[in-house]
């Protein structure tokens, strides 16, 4: 799906997705964006880039763009598909991104024109149109693996350094309530002008602990790693937590922290590189496509960065696999960094920040814009959307439009507008009722998944599958 990437590189640069996509961010409402000088949040988005026929001229367009620093724990999780469990900003995008590209092939079913699509060669089948490709934009390294690289110049970790290491008794310190949590974290942390990939990143608002494990005279000295909040997946190979370069295992599945219980999400550096074999589209689409769709590149807004790091997170670590079924490759995009920074990033807060407007924090909105006919915008708050009532929280008004129950809706009128004579194989036959049967049914995508955890994701925590029955 990534035909035509040279003359891609030549008709657009790092600074130019980035400026499109911070410029867009900057002409939504204020509704969702963060308190000038005390709220920072992190940045994604895709873009769809589109060749003229006569490759003389060039279209950039955001199509999904997402705001986020939380996820929610395993006890919080809904069993009717109705809350967000990961509200990062590049899932936020990567949801946003399907519920556009449902919306095209939606058009495309019903004899429109679409932006994306056009008839495959196999029957029900259909591809994205050759000319068009598609971007990734983040404004900050994804967490997880891709953020952990040796510190360079005078970058420092986040937190003061002591003596004694404080990850001896995370477990004592999770149960702490939210508030003597936070006020304990302000008084570890406040001090340090933080400059580096982690203070910067969604893992300040996650981790429970500050990441210090030496005296100041050797992490002054020695060499440091940027460390994660990103906790190994259990069962799996674990940190060394040692000083310096020693502290985190490179390379290993991570899951996100949360305020005291750990979460059921991946890190977005494992969920990026699972892209790259499977495809973004997801499961749901997989039916009515006849191979997956991947990012032609990634593109990181101006922040401390590795590309080595990028490389072995997001492709290394799935360049093994084989055996893979037709339309899903091993992809490698290109991996580029942008001068440009996020003016809403923890650092460029902080230099903002008045002290009479009490502690930075991160932003509690998640914003998802994505360019459908209705309802662009859907900006949530704990996973639901934003200003509901405790009241209505169970009810249709309190869903995000991202969520699983309503992409699976989205879904579910696409196969009602499909014509029976071209309804793909994998729908036909059998009962398929709930989410979790319609995911299952799409064998392909199915089979690509199953053979990227057995060669190189065996440790990938999967939900619950009470949690994927809903209809």
Request: glycine share 6%; aromatic share 8%; hydrophobic share 35%.
């Amino acid at each position: 799906m990534c035909a035509n990437t040279l003359l891609n590189q030549i008709m657009w640069s790092a600074d130019e997705i980035a400026s499109l996509c911070y410029d867009h961010f900057n002409k939504l409402p204020k509704r969702g964006k963060p308190e000038a000088g005390r709220e920072w949040t992190l940045l994604a988005a895709v873009v769809q880039l589109t060749v003229s026929p006569q490759r003389e001229t060039f279209h950039k367009q955001v199509v999904s763009l997402g705001t986020g620093t939380k996820c929610i724990g395993r006890s919080a999780m809904s069993v009717k598909g109705d809350i967000l469990n990961d509200s990062h900003a590049e899932v936020i995008a990567r949801r946003g991104c399907v519920r556009y590209l449902m919306e095209q092939l939606y058009r495309a079913l019903s004899g429109q024109d679409s932006a994306v699509f056009c008839p495959g060669n196999e029957k029900g089948k259909w591809m994205v149109k050759p000319d068009v490709s598609f971007i990734f934009f983040t404004s900050q390294t994804p967490c997880g693996d891709a953020s952990i690289f040796p510190m360079t110049g005078s970058q420092v970790q986040p937190c003061e350094p002591v003596k004694e290491s404080l990850h001896t008794q995370p477990e004592r310190h999770g149960l702490k309530r939210p508030a003597e949590r936070d006020l304990e974290d302000t008084h570890k942390c406040h001090r340090i002008n933080t400059r580096d990939a982690f203070s910067t990143s969604r893992e300040t608002a996650d981790t429970d602990e500050c990441k210090v494990t030496t005296d100041a005279k050797e992490s002054t000295n020695s060499p440091d790693l940027h460390r994660t909040g990103a906790k190994c997946v259990p069962d799996g190979p674990s940190d060394p937590l040692q000083p310096g370069l020693l502290y985190h295992s490179v390379g290993v599945l991570r899951v996100k922290p949360g305020r005291g219980e750990r979460t059921l999400s991946l890190s977005c550096s494992d969920k990026l590189a699972r892209w790259g074999v499977v495809g973004f589209q997801g499961a749901l689409l997989s039916h009515y496509l006849q191979g997956a769709m991947y990012f032609s590149a990634v593109v990181l807004g101006k922040c401390p960065y590795s590309q080595q790091a990028m490389h072995r997170a997001l492709h290394t670590r799935c360049a093994h696999v084989s055996d893979l079924p037709s339309g899903f490759s091993v992809q490698s995009p290109e991996l580029l960094l942008s001068g440009l920074e996020f003016t809403h990033n923890h650092t460029q807060t902080e230099t903002k920040h008045i002290h009479t407007q009490g502690r930075i924090s991160p932003c509690g909105a998640a914003i998802s814009w994505c360019a459908v006919s209705q309802q662009p915008l859907d900006v949530s708050a704990n996973g639901y959307k934003q200003g509901v009532t405790k009241k209505k929280l169970s009810s249709v008004q309190a869903r995000s439009l991202i969520s699983k129950v309503e992409l699976f809706h989205t879904f579910l009128r696409l196969v009602a507008v499909t014509e029976e004579s071209e309804f793909p194989e994998s729908l036909r036959g059998g009962e398929l009722r709930t989410y979790w049967d319609f995911k299952q049914a799409a064998a392909s995508y199915q089979q690509a998944w199953t053979q990227l955890r057995l060669q190189a994701f065996s440790q990938w925590s999967r939900s619950p599958r009470e949690l994927l029955l809903f209809h």
